[in-house]
């Protein structure tokens, strides 16, 4: 039953010599042919010699090759193993530890999820998925890719998604710990069984059984020994959501955001080992070369062990021979647990023979495991999006949404954990190019970032005047990364609105610069209604901005001589009140749904306010004061200057929702004439919005703009 296999990443010699020897100790796989390939000739040498002594201890007629070519590796194979790490120890996952540390972020293992997580996918995905379009393109037409690489459940993800091809990710954790907990609770493996399912490296025993019997009392007896001090994290994790995780507690610890970030104390309570795969890594290369000795033996004394528990060489077995059995998978979700992502990849017992792979179907997780299980598929997601479209934001928000790390930095260290890690691992050679975003966001600048603004603004704009004149300004921003020729045209469907020009032509303006350009606008007869004078471009990738000239409002006073006023703050009512003439005084009171009330008496516009504004005509200069609320009670009116004008009282009232103020200001002060019409406009600046929504700053006209003054926007009139 002859058939090729191959095994990329072969120079993971320990875990190809459990993988080989497995497969070859079934009698019907005998006569395999393997093919080894790995980057590393050196490597690939030791693997290439250990697995012809493999065959030569085993007497069977299996033949092995090695190659450093990847397509030659796959070209035939039936089944092709993968168990690469890009980047290695040094440099890549060194970077994945060591600037997260300089952020303030541990971690333990650093390889599945995590911003270490994150950044070994991004390595590994565009690797893993030309392993996967070489299988499509000259592998067997039946050929199956089982990867064993981390992060599992990324690199299965984006090879489905990516390449579509058959496919399975295989881990140990799910028959290791079944072995464990049956070992906990002292009762034999070969009595126990089990359902597991979620994602992989947190998937959860929904059943454990001993001889059809749930076996959960027992590990709950073991949750509370006082005695026990092992896996304290996935016995905590147990204890608070009633089932049992199939990766270690030093796997979980950084998973959720439960336990690292709170400090040593926690760390040394759930014996947490920081930097634990750091260690290991250190631990493998200082005994490599006795390693390498004892895998390599002499001829004959190569010793080769049993058949392992890994799946693989079951898989293999089971499809070449229509043997039934049942192993667990990291498939697609294809609606085999309905509470997670549709297709997100999901870890669930597979059933094998023949026919091929056939994962079964879970249904619904409990809920408290499906939100776990969401937290690292969100992660998961966003990192896959950003491997295959290359968008950098990705990046950010695959970090920003992780459990742990959210938990542990702020959003501006994100970004620039992220910033240090991407420039290190493309620096290293093991990380691509990425679409650039506006700096320090979570935008692509593409078609944001660089799109041209041209924005068309008024100035001091009278159209209740005939023969009026104002400018109309018109800027051209050009953030893109090249300089531009570009030309305008302003249209006005209002003939009393007479432009000096309608174009506007070869504006050139160069990267990163603004280039202003100025219309003259006569008013040939009054207008009352608003005039839209729309701006348009012959510049691909511009937002271009018009105009709209609103005639002054006329804020009529009713039969009591009170001008009503009334500000909204994003559609809701914010301010009410009046403003009356009364002989040569301007009564004005108001009531202000300001919840949170935050006087600033130094910066009163930064704190809540009333700013007023007042004018006797378009030509006479503003006069402006500031009705600022006390700490606790009371109300002052204030100056630009930021006296306090203690000669006009404000009564002021307080609740726990508003504030209320009525003042008397003498027509002089304001700089107003003693009778007729003036000009009134007003901003408020709210903490809170009454009782439900939050605060900020408006105006009378309702549409507030922090570059354009809206003073001399209303005319009060008797």
């Excluded at 193993?81 to 890009?86: D, G, P, S």
């Excluded at 489905?160 to 070992?183: D, K, N, Q, W, Y």
């Amino acid at each position: 039953m002859s058939c090729k296999i191959t095994l990329i990443g072969a120079g993971s010699v320990v875990f190809a010599k459990t993988l080989i020897g497995d497969i070859l100790q079934f009698p019907e796989l005998s006569d395999v042919q393997i093919s080894l390939m790995d980057i590393n000739p050196d490597r690939l040498k030791v693997a290439d010699i250990m697995m012809k002594r493999i065959v030569e201890k085993l007497g069977v007629k299996a033949t092995v090759e090695s190659t450093l070519d990847q397509k030659k590796a796959v070209k035939g194979a039936k089944y092709v193993i993968c168990t690469l790490q890009v980047g290695g120890y040094k440099p890549s996952t060194r970077r994945d530890f060591d600037i997260p540390n300089k952020y303030g972020l541990q971690q333990t293992i650093a390889d599945t999820l995590g911003v270490g997580g994150v950044f070994r996918g991004l390595r590994t995905i565009p690797v893993i998925n030309q392993i996967a379009q070489d299988i499509a393109d000259h592998a067997h037409p039946d050929c199956l890719f089982l990867n064993y690489s981390n992060p599992m459940a990324m690199n299965c993800w984006a090879v489905a998604e990516g390449v579509g091809i058959p496919h399975v990710g295989l881990c140990h954790s799910v028959f290791g710990t079944a072995r464990m907990l049956s070992s906990n609770i002292g009762l034999p493996y070969e009595d126990m069984s089990y359902l597991v399912a979620g994602i992989n490296h947190m998937a959860f025993f929904l059943k454990f059984q001993y001889k059809g019997q749930d076996a959960y009392p027992l590990l709950y007896k073991v949750l509370e020994d006082p005695e026990r001090d092992f896996e304290k994290v996935r016995y905590e994790m147990m204890r608070r959501t009633g089932y049992f995780a199939t990766e270690s507690s030093e796997h979980q610890s950084e998973y959720v955001p439960y336990f690292i970030h709170h400090g040593k104390e926690m760390i040394d309570k759930f014996d947490i080992p920081i930097d634990e795969y750091m260690r290991r890594c250190e631990a493998i290369m200082a005994t490599w070369e006795k390693t390498e000795s004892d895998l390599l033996g002499t001829g004959n004394s190569i010793d080769v062990a049993p058949q392992s528990q890994e799946y693989g060489s079951y898989i293999i077995h089971s499809r070449e021979t229509n043997t039934l059995r049942t192993v667990y998978g990291n498939v697609p979700n294809t609606g085999l647990i309905d509470n997670l992502m549709l297709g997100c990849c999901v870890e669930v017992p597979c059933q094998v023979d023949g026919t091929g792979l056939n994962p079964l179907r879970i249904g619904n997780l409990p809920d408290q495991l499906a939100a776990l299980c969401m937290t690292n598929v969100n992660v998961q997601r966003l990192t896959v999006s950003a491997a295959l479209t290359k968008k950098r934001e990705h990046i950010y928000h695959a970090v920003m949404m992780d459990p742990h790390t959210s938990a542990t930095l702020p959003l501006d260290k994100i970004w620039a954990m992220c910033d240090e890690l991407i420039e290190a691992h493309q620096a290293d050679g093991y990380l691509g190019e990425f679409e650039p975003v506006i700096k320090n966001t979570g935008r692509g600048f593409k078609g944001i970032g660089d799109r041209i603004i041209a924005r068309a603004q008024a100035v001091n704009a009278r159209l209740d005047e005939a023969g009026s004149t104002f400018a109309l300004n018109v800027t051209f921003e050009n953030p893109s990364n090249e300089d531009i020729t570009m030309s305008a045209e302003l249209i006005s469907s209002d003939p009393n609105l007479k432009l000096e020009t309608s174009t506007l032509e070869n504006i050139k303006v160069a990267v990163g610069e603004t280039v202003s350009k100025t219309i003259e606008v006569t008013i040939i007869a009054p207008i009352e209604t608003t005039v839209e004078v729309e701006l348009i471009t012959d510049q691909p990738n511009t937002l271009a901005v018009g105009a709209s000239l609103m005639p002054r409002k006329l804020l009529k006073a009713d039969s009591s001589g009170k001008a009503p006023i009334k500000i909204d703050l994003a559609g809701f009512e914010a301010v009410t009140g009046s403003v009356r003439r009364n002989g040569d005084m301007l009564d004005l009171e108001f009531r202000v749904l300001d919840s949170k009330v935050k006087p600033l008496p130094n910066t009163p516009h930064k704190g809540s306010c009333i700013e007023l504004f007042f004018a006797k005509d378009a030509s006479s200069p503003i006069t402006q004061f500031f009705l600022v609320p006390g700490e606790n009670e009371g109300a002052v009116l204030m100056t630009v200057g930021r006296h306090v004008l203690d000669t006009i009282p404000v009564q002021s009232e307080r609740t726990q929702i508003d504030y209320t103020a009525r003042f008397s200001l003498p027509a002089e002060i304001a700089k107003v004439s003693a009778a007729g019409s003036f000009l009134f406009d007003a901003i408020a600046n709210l903490g809170a919005l009454g009782d439900a929504h939050s605060g900020g700053r408006t105006c009378l006209g309702g549409q507030f703009n922090s570059s354009v003054s809206s003073a001399h926007y209303h005319e009060i009139r008797n």
